[in-house]
């Protein structure tokens, strides 16, 4: 072998150990966002969030959803600005401020039974949330691109959303059972523990998207980039509207199943079981999907048959009072409904430049959180007015989404 040989080899080695060290060092940052995705899931309250506001909030269901559309509101003011600062100052410090932010929300909210304090509250969840959202997201992504493994982002997309849906599996019991020797509102208060614990690993993780070359940007063109990458780039602009639409549709359900448990006479000590159920059933479907997208070669077909069933089943829940098969009907719509995004994942990644990924994320998220706004005092009328027609209304609605829709199997 020639001197010249001989370099080459040493230089392929050295590259494999490089790569081999760029992997270790930032491996933990992937458990370590399990664990924080999964602390920022204990949401002890969501088991009984509708007693929450209804009993010790003193409100009514439409209020509560215009309280809603506030916390929805704040989401599309904050969402640039905060994707920005994820973009352009660190993705961990983002993940940091947004479980810091959700801590002090929860102490706040359950102080009093005031309005004002209500609005602080969600001003405060709302900023959390537009911190994580979409950062969570570009930090794994840049994770994997350090790696040399963004093929494996829908599998870890995938096991990230189920820890924080394990948190919440867990805790929503424990919110449950808390009524039987607390004030209801300690189920809102005793949040901050975990948001803190999430809050304090965020600070432990190894930024991966430091050494990216980035020109100077202004706040005007930042705020405008999202749009602009939406309008120009048609593929993205189907995937993310085809996500967006459904996943708002099935999300409403969220706010009405508490409703429809009361009207069934289930206790309300087995409402966070319930809880637990939708989250224990989104894990099984999050971990299935990323599997069975990769062995289905007509991905369009699959899509369309897989949107259709929550539909189907919004329909039927209307229909059928058997306690039993009205919450396993719920189960599937929030199931199918839910992990339908990990589809999405690969595709809308694909279709965004690297550097302002957080910011695009930030901005589909945002829309979403635009239309959740209309779409909150609709649903809360709607509910007070026949609970069973707002579910034959929703049903119908995904359906024909999925019928129109325009995704293509190269989008996917």
């Known amino acids: 072998m020639s001197e010249l040989e001989k370099i080459k080899e040493i230089g392929k080695d050295l590259a494999k150990t490089d ?4 992997g270790i060092s930032f491996e933990a940052n992937i458990w370590k966002s399990y664990l924080v995705s999964f602390f920022r899931g204990f949401h002890f309250v969501s088991g009984v969030l509708l007693p929450f506001f209804l009993g010790w909030g003193k409100l009514s269901f439409f209020q509560i959803m215009l309280l809603q559309s506030y916390f929805t509101i704040m989401i599309v003011l904050f969402e640039i600005p905060c994707g920005a600062i994820s973009d352009y100052i660190s993705r961990k410090f983002s993940l940091f401020l947004g ?7 929860a102490l706040i909210y359950s102080y009093l039974p005031n309005i004002f304090l209500f609005i602080l509250g969600e001003t405060l969840f709302a900023l959390g949330y537009a911190l994580v959202s979409g950062t969570d997201e570009a930090f794994i992504f840049d994770t994997l691109r350090k790696m040399e ?11 990230l959303r189920s820890f924080f849906l394990a948190g919440i599996g867990i805790s929503a019991p424990i919110g449950s059972m808390i009524t039987l020797f607390f004030p209801i509102r300690y189920s809102m208060t005793f949040m901050f523990f975990p948001f803190i614990i999430a809050a304090l690993i965020s600070l432990s993780l190894r930024e991966p998207n430091h ?10 063109s930042v705020v405008q980039l999202g749009f602009k990458e939406l309008k120009k780039n048609k593929n993205l602009r189907i995937l993310a509207f085809d996500f ?9 359900l969220l706010w009405t199943y508490q409703l429809y448990l009361d009207v069934l006479s289930v206790p309300l000590v087995f409402f966070g079981f319930v809880a637990a159920s939708m989250t224990l059933t989104q894990i099984i479907f999050f971990n299935i999907i990323p599997k069975l997208q990769q062995r289905i070669k007509n991905k369009k077909m699959f899509l369309k048959i897989y949107t259709i069933i929550p539909g189907i089943a919004y329909i039927l829940i209307a229909f059928i009072i058997f306690t039993p098969m009205s919450i396993a009907l719920m189960l599937i719509i ?8 990990i589809i999405f994942v690969g595709g809308i990644n694909k279709n965004i430049e690297e550097e302002n990924r957080a910011t695009v994320l930030s901005t589909i998220s945002m829309i979403r959180s635009f ?23 929703l049903g119908i609605s995904i359906i024909l989404v999925a019928l129109i829709s325009r995704v293509k199997n190269e989008h996917l």
Request: no cysteine; charged share 20%; glycine share 6%.
């Open 244 to 252: 967006i639409i459904i996943d708002v549709l099935v999300f409403l």
């Open 149 to 159: 493994r963004e093929n494996e982002m829908p599998k870890i997309m995938g096991k």
């Open 211 to 220: 050494d990216l070359e980035r020109e100077p940007s202004n706040y005007l």
């Open 334 to 341: 929030i199931g199918v409904g839910f992990s339908r995004n």
């Open 19 to 22: 790569k081999i060290f760029k």
């Open 99 to 105: 479980a810091l932010a959700m801590a002090l929300a």
């Open 371 to 393: 239309i959740i706004t209309i779409l909150y005092p609709i649903i809360g009328l709607l509910a007070m007015w026949n609970l069973n027609y707002t579910f034959i209304i």
